[in-house]
């Protein structure tokens, strides 16, 4: 009965140390789960003190169960039972301190273990996130554009100095984890996953910098070729063809005569020459440039422009410096023929001047001579005023051409041009002194009376004329404005032909001046000549102003005839008077062809 009893007060007890034993589970793979197993453990040694003070107790209970008096005893019964089962009970008690300290270590070391992987492993896949997004960001299209390369070739750069800075975490993460598998105490399939966790990280880490790295190549070489492209090819390149395409352009001046224009063809010909050696230059920037736009960039675009840039502007060259030829061709014919004209006038000018120098002077005293020398004269400014108008000419042919000329190459024209006016010039004077000396003689022996009342005559007669035409007013339209144009040059040629009179009386009035003053102021003649003088200059200056007016309005007509032009009713108008002729045009070249 007292053995029972004992056993029965051994149960509560020997429940405790089930209940720990029990509880006492695995040591897991997560922080948490450690330190619910280890705050388990750390309980025990808190009722280490009342369960000795329980064992106790019961150490003495079976002490006095061993105290039977030997009448007592059965012989089946083992005297030292309850001895036995409180021996026991001490033993395992003692057992589950030891264990449970050694435990308390274990677990101890696998928290310290987690607290050093969980947290930073969060972190570390935190970053790795987040400088996975940050390459993302960086990874625009590699296009042509040489700083835009450069500004994302060094934002990887930093990113991937920042994934170097992460890897003694991932080291540090790793080992952790690997630390933490060995400590803990789950099954081989969960460690395993675990593992495969830890590697995935690792494996992450690994792929961000080769991703980087490869990425860091790819800008570097598309970088480093699109400069090499940019420099060796498409920049020289272009600047050349900048500095001939001005050249080659329509609005280039090609004019002057042959020697100017012997200049310009050779500057033609070394192009062409350029144009044959540059060639394999297009050539090896064409190849250059798609080999950078298909390997390289992600974004060809730009190096894309750049070869449909470089071929337009070549083929622009080749076909507008085929087009300067054609122009210089014309040119050359033109120049051609003002050479020729140039020579034949020359050579009429040589000979003419020889005439006028070759002249007997003035006779004052032989009337007959003094006739065959004004007919003579007479002759010789017939023939001037008939070349004349071709001399002019020939000055507006040069001073069109040389217009036309390259500024660096104007002077020798220039010099043609200006030797030409000056020989003109030459020829006139003389021809104009020569013949007024004439006029003068014949005065001086027909009678200045006569003489002023036929220049008197003369100038009333041009006068008139100015005065008709001036109340005619300005013409409403551009054929007539013409027209008016026209009668003031016919009128102008006339007051040409007849100021050499008033130049010879003018020289008669001068004369008597000079040898008496005096009387000369009162003589009724010489008031005459000078008002026929100022007459004269009056007439002079009405034909200018005259001209002015006309040109004016004419000019005013052109203006308003541009801003208002019509095409449909120019059209309209041209298709009636086509209908309203009966032959046309076209009728007449019908025929040729018939």
Not at 191 to 204: H, I, S
Not at 559 to 570: C, K
Request: charged letters at 35%; proline letters at 3%.
């Amino acid at each position: 009965k007292r053995l029972n009893t004992f056993q029965q007060q051994c149960q509560p007890f020997v429940a405790w140390m089930d209940d720990i034993e029990g509880a006492n589970g695995q040591i897991g793979l997560t922080y948490e789960i450690i330190n619910d197993l280890a705050t388990t453990l750390q309980a025990v040694p808190d009722e280490v003190d009342a369960k000795q003070a329980e064992l106790k107790g019961l150490l003495e209970s079976a002490a006095n169960v061993s105290a039977v008096p030997d009448g007592e005893r059965s012989e089946a019964d083992d005297a030292n039972a309850a001895m036995k089962e409180g021996t026991a009970l001490k033993d395992r008690f003692e057992k589950l301190l030891a264990d449970n300290a050694a435990r308390c270590e274990k677990v101890k070391g696998a928290l310290e273990t987690a607290e050093k992987f969980e947290q930073p492993f969060t972190g570390l896949e935190s970053n790795l996130g987040e400088l996975e997004e940050a390459l993302e960001a960086c990874k625009k299209p590699i296009t042509g554009d040489v700083e835009q390369t450069d500004e994302q070739l060094q934002k990887i750069k930093e990113l991937l100095s920042t994934v170097s800075e992460v890897l003694p975490q991932v080291h540090d993460v790793c080992n952790a984890g690997n630390q933490l598998k060995e400590q803990s105490e789950v099954e081989e399939e969960q460690k395993t996953q675990f593992e495969e966790k830890v590697e995935d990280v690792r494996a992450r880490y690994e792929d961000l910098q080769q991703r980087c790295d490869s990425r860091c190549e790819q800008l570097s070489a598309a970088g480093e070729q699109t400069e090499k492209f940019l420099d060796n090819h498409y920049t020289p390149l272009t600047n050349w063809m900048a500095e001939v395409e001005a050249l080659v352009s329509p609005d280039y001046p090609i004019g002057g005569d042959m020697a100017t224009l012997d200049k310009v063809k050779k500057q033609l010909e070394d192009l062409s020459g350029e144009l044959s050696k540059k060639r394999e230059d297009v050539e090896a920037a064409e190849s250059a440039g798609q080999n950078l736009a298909t390997e390289l960039l992600e974004d060809p675009t730009i190096t894309e422009d750049q070869l449909h840039e470089l071929q337009e502007r070549w083929d622009t060259l080749n076909k507008n410096l085929q087009a300067q030829h054609e122009r210089l061709a014309e040119a050359e014919e033109r120049a051609a023929g003002f050479e020729d004209d140039l020579a034949a006038m020359d050579a009429w000018l040589d000979s003419a001047m020889t005439r006028l120098s070759g002249m007997e002077p003035v006779s004052h005293d032989d009337s007959d001579t003094l006739q065959k020398q004004d007919t003579e004269m007479k002759d010789f400014n017939s023939e001037l005023n008939e070349n004349l108008p071709q001399l002019e000419s020939l000055l507006e042919t040069g001073k069109a051409m040389l217009e036309s000329c390259p500024p660096k190459t104007r002077q020798h024209l220039e010099e043609k041009l200006a030797a030409l006016e000056a020989r003109r010039d030459e020829l006139t004077d003389k021809a104009q002194e020569r013949t007024v000396e004439i006029e003068a003689a014949l005065l001086a022996m027909q009678g200045l009376h006569n003489a002023v009342d036929k220049a008197n005559s003369d100038l009333d007669r041009l006068e008139q004329e100015m005065t008709r035409q001036e109340e005619e007013g300005i013409a409403e339209n551009g054929d007539d404005i013409h027209a008016q144009l026209e009668q003031l040059e016919a009128l102008q040629q006339s007051v040409n032909e007849y100021e050499p009179q008033v130049q010879a009386l003018s020289k008669v009035r001068q004369k008597r001046l000079q040898d008496d003053s005096d009387a000369a102021e009162n003589d009724s003649q010489v008031k005459a000549i000078a008002d026929l003088e100022d007459r004269t200059a009056s007439l002079k200056n009405r034909v200018q102003a005259r001209r002015e007016e006309l040109e004016d309005a004419l000019k005013k007509i052109e203006e308003i005839a541009a801003d208002n032009f019509d095409l449909d009713e120019w059209r309209k108008s041209f298709v009636d008077w086509m209908d309203s002729n009966g032959i046309r045009t076209m009728d007449l070249f019908s025929s040729f062809d018939v």
